[in-house]
């Protein structure tokens, strides 16, 4: 079985910091791996998700993940917030043997201070 | 694409009633997915189906909910008696099997409210 940990459930940050969003995931098999996001009162949409060769992977709106199979984490970076960053943002993984199971992480909220 | 409609945005309802979700996926998807999303329990995977067959219902809470897709553009999903825990936003995702993008791509959400 697998399963999702986003260890900080709030991050406040001000407008034009850096950003580090946390994942850690646990699974017995290899994953594929994902980050959506979910602005207010809207439906989750993929960030950017990790396949397989680059460990380092960029996405949409100026995010990048890095994935670390030792470490068994894929953190979700940005250098510079800005204020239509504020959401939640959900790790997501999904094993590579089986197409229909995607467990979700429980998200973690991201406002951006002016 | 107009990617995965849902219908309606938002119901209000009172307890007892009958409730019915609406879901059309996008073309070409061959998995369709329902979660229900609420603060207590974050996003929760009800059933899945795969070319219009349920594959797994183990997350439906209850007989009083129920879902069928009589084909593959459409979806329902259905509360028989609403109660007021049922109060959530509920979602439909489809995702394709072939193209190797693997994702999930969610409609808008349905805001559930029973009183």
């Known amino acids: 079985a697998q399963s999702v940990t986003q260890l900080d459930s709030q991050v406040p940050v001000f407008e034009e910091a850096p950003v580090e969003l946390r994942c850690n995931y646990s699974s017995s098999v290899s994953v594929y791996l994902f980050w959506y996001v979910q602005y207010p009162n809207q439906g989750l949409q993929l960030l950017l998700k990790?396949?397989?060769?680059?460990?380092l992977v960029k996405g949409i709106n100026g995010f990048e993940a890095e994935f670390n199979k030792s470490q068994t984490s894929f953190h979700l970076r940005k250098p510079s917030v800005h204020i239509s960053d504020t959401a939640e943002y959900f790790c997501a993984v999904r094993p590579k043997t089986s197409y229909d199971k995607v467990i979700f992480g429980p998200g973690t909220s991201l406002s951006v201070i002016p | 694409d107009a990617g995965v409609i849902q219908s309606p945005r938002h119901e209000v309802t009172e307890m007892g009633q009958e409730v019915t979700l609406r879901c059309k996926p996008i073309?070409?998807?061959?998995?369709l997915f329902w979660y229900r999303q609420t603060m207590m329990r974050g996003l929760e995977l009800l059933i899945y189906f795969n070319n219009n067959v349920p594959i797994d219902d183990s997350g439906m809470p209850e007989d009083r909910f129920s879902a069928k897709m009589p084909n593959a553009s459409f979806s329902t999903l259905k509360i028989q008696p609403s109660e007021p825990r049922d109060s959530a936003v509920y979602f439909c995702?489809?995702?394709?099997?072939?193209?190797?993008?693997?994702?999930?791509?969610f409609g808008p959400g349905t805001r559930l409210t029973v009183t």
């Open positions: 073309s070409g998807h061959d998995y």
């Open positions: 995702a489809s995702s394709p099997v072939r193209g190797g993008s693997y994702e999930q791509y």
């Open positions: 990790y396949l397989s060769g680059s460990t």
